[in-house]
């Protein structure tokens, strides 16, 4: 490894890496860069579909369930805590790597199940959020929901968006449990105290960190506006 | 990392089990072991049997879309006429010998979708990007050999279930290549709106994570694994239009996925994100408040990317046949580079104007007519330079320099009608007619087929260690180029009278009877022409084993680090360490030498490029 650089260095003559970095974690980064277009796709078109609707439901009144709280009316409560288990499973992800830097093969351990845990938390409480809403009628291709303006709806787009978006975060959330945890099985086994580095946690570390954001931009998109 | 650290870590990807380290990563050489036919030919890691791989499939693939169009250009040829063997391959769907309306646009969507991802995406890009990445950076394989095999394999899972989807009892997908809702979107709709339409979908979505496995690893290897002294502005052109082609493919794929998500969606869900305020058979169907047009922004988000990914690598393999048989340097090497990349960035500003008649806005309409004339811009460049590389150049006319000069005179004419469509206004009258058709079957099928034919006369010596036969190579060209004009020149008449595309009899409409004759003329030069590619695939074939042996690692007296490895590299491409590169790849005919190949050091005498 030549970290030690001198100014001079010609970092695009060919012989190395001109970032410095693997071409494991240049294919990470560019493989999320092509994912970042799959959901900005979704995204634009739910924003489009919504821009053209003459009324959408009221975010606050279609998720004001809490599990456990029968009919209490508890506005964003349950997503602002889905939100927040995320949010902290990024922050574990965080320490996992920095762990990982310093060779701590416990402390990778320690984190990376924290990391797992939470995702596993957030996939619970979307499948709640899944079954109150299926419970309530509502389902790909059925929305019983009412416009904020009182109008009946006439469009299922509501919940074909939500159901198809929501859906495919929580399919790359799964992904991403499914590779920390083979991640986790290899730190186990050694298998990177061996190699002499942690990158690959890192790696799988930049995928959560996406998916968290991507999170960031469903849940305002849904939830918040 | 560094180079040493690089080489390692791909050495060890060779072997397939990273956590073993042989501490010895420089020498390919070094790790040769007892390969089985199965780990040589078939889960092959070595990027050369995988670009054999893609290029074999994509022959395979290519025959059939191309005799797809030779049946339904007897349809369009000879609508009266019948031909009882079409009974006895097609069965009911030619009845009588005639092929049916049904079996009609089957066989259009299927000629489109066949050449346009499967031959021209994957069979041109998969092949060339594969087989040159590596040995022009000078690397020993792709930076990831496992994932650029897996690339190959959802390949071929994407061509079994394509290739399936023909068989089904009603027929595979017929609502065209776009695959544009409602038709898509409702199994009611059509016979090929059932299951052909659900396995066309499922194929195109495992045939987009083939192509971004194949195109993460192209962008990788060629930023990180050059060899010592290979700087970006020393790449050969060919190396810069794949790593434009692979960054488009990267960008605009996904697009396309999510649209596809969103109709499965709508096929299976009984959503509606496409459809709204629809009759079907006379009967109102609930779905409200979705648009037909999303999917068309989302489909062209890819589309229009997708001819740029389709004729960039041309582009580049031209550049380079053309400089190398000239025996001159390319003209205006930065100038290429920059319009490549302008086009790159153009290619994903201008989808629109697939949707001029679509009902989109015409104020926005017009700014994708500037966009698009824009594009005109950086290829004119690439053409000037092209013509200026091989002016006064001491021209050795092979069938590959030919078939790049070809590329050149198709992407002209072609592209000069490109002018005519990405106008909005002239687009009233020319849409959906055989204008259209013309245009792009010139500047992107025939223009894309002459740089693959280019490419592959000029590399299958690096590819077999043989030549391909020199005399049915000039048989091929010459009645390829002057059959290609013969069926598309005259489409353009054709579309000016407004004879709309995707009809399947015109002999009912009074206005259209005037081609009777000249559609027949064209059909009977498809067929000529189609027995022509079959006398290439032959040469390929025959060539693979009894072609003409190479005494010479380097038959055509080329620059660039593909022919410095042996006649037949293994896996690692060059027996010892691998060579430094000293020198840009197109020094011709410099200083009384007719050629200084890039390893070669820089003499203090030397004048400056």
Redesign the interface.
Known sequence: MDNAVTAKKKWWNGGYSPFSVSYGKLMMWYFLISDAFTFGALLISYGTQRFMAEAWPDPNVVFHSFPFMGHTNLPLVFVSLMTFILIMSSVTMVLAVHAGKYMDRQGVTKWLVLTIVGGLMFLGCQAWEWTHLHEVGAWWGRNPFPNADGSAAISTNFTDFFFTITGFHGLHVTSGVILNIIVLINVLKGTYEHRGHYEMVEKVGLYWHFVDLVWVFVFTCFYLL | ???E??LH??DLAHHGH??HGHGNGHDGHDHHHEETFISKYVFSMDHKMIAKQFLITGIIWAIIGAFFSVLFRLQLGYPEATFPWLESILGHWAEGGRITAEAYYALVTMHGTILVFFVLTAGLSGTFSNLLIPLQ??ARDM??PF?NMLSYWFFFLASVIMMSSLFVQTGPASGGWTAYPPLSALGDASIGSKIGMDLWLISMAIFVVSS?LGS??Y???I??????????T?LPLTIWAFFFTAVLG??????L???F??LL?DRH?????YLSEIFIQGKALAH????AI?YQH?FW?LGHPEVYIIILPAMGMVSEILAVNSRKPIFGYLAMVGSLFAICILAFLVWAHHMFVTGLNPFLGAFFVLLTLLIAVPSAIKVFNWLTTIWRGNIRFTPASLFSIGFVSTFISGGLTGIWLGNSAIDIHLHDTYFVIAHFHIVMGVSAFFGMFAGIYHWFPKMYGRYMNQTLGFIHFWITLVGAYLIFWPMHYEGMAGMPRRYFDYSTWASFNQFEGLNQFISFVVIIVFATQLLFVFNFFYSIFKGRKLTTPNPWNATSLEWTTPINPGHGNWPGEIPE?HRWAYDYSKDGKDFIPQTVPVSPDESNH
Request: neutral net charge.
């Open positions: 990392m560094s180079n650290a690089t870590s791909q990273v956590e950076v000078g930076a990831s994932m971004l993460l690893n962008i990788s290897t930023l990180n694994m050059r060899t010592k002294g290979m700087s970006m020393r990267v960008l605009s794929f996904p697009v996925l999510s649209g998500v969103l969606f869900a009984d959503t509606s994100f409200e408040g979705g648009s999303l989302l988000f590169v």
